[in-house]
């Protein structure tokens, strides 16, 4: 088994920044994938970015290109979503998850082995 922690979220005004970590357990964190997820209400749960495990390559979705990074600490065993300029739209609970499978763009959610419990984020306006 490999648990996953989100932490990191809250609530924030419309421009501010805030960094989620995805905190995993085991020494072989390095072999797996992490991607980011996040549901809003009433909306299905979408991929927000990846980093690999096998080359540390990164994707960030289109509709938050220049204002999130994805990146990873294999030495402490996390990985991060840094955001930028919040958006009342980034609204959302935020996922981490871990993946065997190749790449960073790995948007198929039945891929990722492991779930985080989620951490809310909440912008306001």
């Known amino acids: 088994q490999v648990h996953l922690v989100e932490s990191g979220g809250g609530l924030v005004q419309a421009g501010d920044s805030l960094t989620l970590s995805c905190a995993a357990s085991?020494?072989?964190?390095?072999?797996?994938?992490i991607g980011w997820f996040r549901q809003a209400p009433g909306k299905e749960r979408e991929f927000v970015g990846g980093?690999?495990?096998?080359?540390?390559?990164?994707y960030i979705v289109d509709s938050v290109q220049g204002r999130f990074a994805v990146s990873r600490d294999n030495a402490k065993n996390t990985a991060y979503l840094q955001m930028n300029s919040l958006k009342p739209e980034d609204t959302a609970v935020y996922y981490c998850?871990?993946?065997?499978?190749?790449?960073?763009?790995?948007?198929?959610?039945?891929?990722?082995?492991?779930w985080g419990q989620g951490t809310q984020v909440t912008v306001s306006s």
């Open positions: 085991g020494r072989t964190f390095s072999t797996w994938g």
């Open positions: 998850a871990a993946t065997s499978n190749l790449g960073p763009a790995v948007t198929t959610q039945s891929w990722y082995e492991y």
């Open positions: 980093i690999a495990w096998n080359d540390d390559s990164t």
